[in-house]
């Protein structure tokens, strides 16, 4: 099993800076993806960026691109999500999620590991 904790969440207004961190420990896969969703109630869990473990190929949504960026620390098994110019609409809840293999896969279906999620608030 392979655990993810997240951290960083928070409360802040449009404009400001937030750093999510996720914490990756367990049956770590030398070569694997790990990525960033968010999800408001009601609604269904959205893509946010991914990278691949080992290579350190990136994705982000189009929704963030130029505003957010992810990262890793494989010296600290740690997944970040720096997240710059936060606007309401980023109000979410946003989960770390994993899976095994380098694919590049925005489907939340393709992730077999989840975090617990952390609260992002944006007030206008």
């Known amino acids: 099993q392979v655990q993810l904790v997240e951290s960083g969440g928070g409360l802040v207004q449009a404009g400001d800076s937030l750093r999510l961190s996720c914490i990756v420990s367990g049956r770590i896969f030398s070569d694997h993806t790990v990525a960033w969703f968010r999800q408001v109630p009601g609604k269904e869990r959205e893509f946010v960026a991914l990278i691949t473990w080992v290579g350190g190929d990136t994705a982000h949504a189009n929704s963030v691109t130029g505003r957010f960026a992810i990262s890793r620390d494989n010296t600290k098994n740690t997944l970040y999500l720096q997240m710059n110019s936060l606007k309401p609409e980023d109000t979410a809840v946003y989960y770390c999620?994993?899976?095994?293999?380098?694919?590049?896969?925005?489907?939340?279906?393709?992730?077999?590991?989840w975090g617990q999620g952390t609260q992002v608030t944006v007030s206008s």
């Open positions: 999620a994993a899976r095994d293999g380098q694919v590049v896969t925005v489907n939340d279906q393709h992730y077999n590991f």
